[in-house]
């Protein structure tokens, strides 16, 4: 059974009634991209620039966070314990947001690709005071315990700690939410210039790509999405998007639900592996910095710009068709990984 789709006004009344911190410098800004557009000889290329969102460099997670930390505050807690990776943009991101409203941060980082390099966003969030643990694990699948154990730590301290976990459910819906404001974002700045999208390109694993889903088909828009995914996981892309999507309609109370079918990803650009950059990317990086002045990452949206170039080359869009990248943030790790970018000093 298909629904009608809701207005914006419906989707935004829907929005209002989650607790909601406001981080985020928005709308974020959308801009055509004539000089790239034109290197690469097909449809005309916009960039939403969620790199800009504005917490300590910016990226997507500080859509993510406004849900995030207002269920942090709503719980009374003054303490964040997260893990991810040492290059991690979403530890960054809470870190400055932890810094913003005067709370503790302690953060167990695996090493990744770049170890305990001081630089890039590890960098960041020593500057911003989160006490950092890095240390050596295989997979993210082994945190949960060790953030367990540093919440226990902290309870015994008198602090009162919340765990955000690399893959915790509760977690991935409320900041999927933003990406869900976001999608309503994007289409009223698309209405307001008189214009659509054919589609809509980015780097995503989990939320970005399952609130934008969610949103733009609940909406009823005509933009389909194109998602190049940065990493590897066990359950499929498309299925573990629409699982995350529908989990959120639940708890946004929309009637609007996905399957694996309606989501477009692709494992394609991921190259040897997560973190990695690879010839594509660094080109994409490249080519965008030299016709636009603007940075993609080397871990995700260099990747995704990657897909979209291939794409065209392909001959897979018209000259005629219109697609917005939604450049996802990011940008910090380019110094940790000065040396795979494909440069030389002189
Ligand atoms: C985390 C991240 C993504 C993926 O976001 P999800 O919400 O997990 O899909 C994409 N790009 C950048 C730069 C990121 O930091």
Same mark, same amino acid.
């Given at each position: 059974m298909t629904q009608p789709p809701l207005s914006r006004a419906e989707l935004e009344a829907k929005l209002a009634t989650l607790p909601r911190l406001r981080l985020a410098h928005l709308p974020t800004p959308l801009e055509p991209c004539p000089r790239f557009s034109a290197a690469l000889g097909g449809p005309e290329i916009w960039v939403k620039r969620d790199d800009l969102t504005g917490l300590a460099f910016g990226g997507n997670k500080t859509r993510q966070i406004e849900f995030v930390f207002a269920d942090l505050l709503?719980?009374?807690?003054?303490?964040?314990?997260a893990g991810a990776y040492t290059q991690s943009n979403w530890c960054r991101q809470m870190t400055a947001a932890c810094a913003r409203l005067g709370l503790g941060v302690s953060l167990v980082l695996a090493h990744g690709e770049k170890g305990p390099r001081l630089q890039g966003n590890l960098l960041l969030d020593?500057?911003?005071?989160?006490?950092?643990?890095?240390?050596?694990?295989?997979?993210?699948e082994a945190m949960q315990p060790?953030?367990?154990?540093? !919440?226990?730590?902290?309870? +015994?301290?008198?602090k009162k700690p919340y765990i955000v976990?690399?893959?915790?459910?509760?977690?991935?819906?409320?900041?999927?939410?933003?990406?869900?404001?976001?999608?309503?974002e994007l289409h009223a700045q698309l209405e307001g210039q008189g214009i659509e999208a054919d589609y809509l390109y980015l780097a995503g694993?989990?939320?970005?790509?399952?609130?934008?889903?969610?949103?733009?088909?609940?909406?009823?828009?005509?933009?389909?999405?194109?998602n190049f995914a940065p990493i590897q996981w066990q359950e499929p892309? +498309?299925?573990?998007? !629409?699982?995350?999507?529908? +989990?959120?309609?639940?708890?946004l109370g929309l009637s609007t639900r996905l399957s694996p079918e309606d989501i477009w990803s692709s494992d394609e650009q991921i190259g040897p592996r997560y973190g990695v950059p690879t010839e594509a990317s660094n080109e994409a990086l490249r080519l965008f910095a030299r016709t636009e002045g603007i940075l993609l990452?080397?871990?995700?949206? !260099?990747?995704?710009?990657?897909g979209l170039i291939d794409q065209v080359r392909r001959g897979r869009h018209a000259k005629g068709e219109r697609i917005?990248?939604?450049?996802?943030g990011g940008t910090p790790a380019l110094f940790a990984y000065a040396e795979d970018l494909g440069l030389d000093a002189a």
């Amino acid at each position: 059974m298909t629904q009608p789709p809701l207005s914006r006004a419906e989707l935004e009344a829907k929005l209002a009634t989650l607790p909601r911190l406001r981080l985020a410098h928005l709308p974020t800004p959308l801009e055509p991209c004539p000089r790239f557009s034109a290197a690469l000889g097909g449809p005309e290329i916009w960039v939403k620039r969620d790199d800009l969102t504005g917490l300590a460099f910016g990226g997507n997670k500080t859509r993510q966070i406004e849900f995030v930390f207002a269920d942090l505050l709503a719980q009374g807690c003054d303490t964040l314990v997260a893990g991810a990776y040492t290059q991690s943009n979403w530890c960054r991101q809470m870190t400055a947001a932890c810094a913003r409203l005067g709370l503790g941060v302690s953060l167990v980082l695996a090493h990744g690709e770049k170890g305990p390099r001081l630089q890039g966003n590890l960098l960041l969030d020593r500057l911003m005071g989160a006490e950092v643990e890095v240390v050596d694990l295989d997979t993210l699948e082994a945190m949960q315990p060790l953030l367990e154990a540093k !919440a226990e730590a902290l309870r +015994a301290r008198g602090k009162k700690p919340y765990i955000v976990g690399p893959m915790q459910l509760s977690t991935l819906v409320l900041g999927t939410i933003g990406y869900v404001a976001a999608a309503a974002e994007l289409h009223a700045q698309l209405e307001g210039q008189g214009i659509e999208a054919d589609y809509l390109y980015l780097a995503g694993a989990n939320m970005t790509p399952a609130g934008l889903a969610l949103g733009l088909k609940a909406l009823g828009s005509p933009t389909a999405l194109r998602n190049f995914a940065p990493i590897q996981w066990q359950e499929p892309r +498309a299925a573990g998007i !629409a699982r995350i999507a529908n +989990a959120t309609a639940e708890r946004l109370g929309l009637s609007t639900r996905l399957s694996p079918e309606d989501i477009w990803s692709s494992d394609e650009q991921i190259g040897p592996r997560y973190g990695v950059p690879t010839e594509a990317s660094n080109e994409a990086l490249r080519l965008f910095a030299r016709t636009e002045g603007i940075l993609l990452d080397p871990v995700y949206s !260099a990747k995704a710009m990657a897909g979209l170039i291939d794409q065209v080359r392909r001959g897979r869009h018209a000259k005629g068709e219109r697609i917005v990248f939604l450049h996802t943030g990011g940008t910090p790790a380019l110094f940790a990984y000065a040396e795979d970018l494909g440069l030389d000093a002189a």
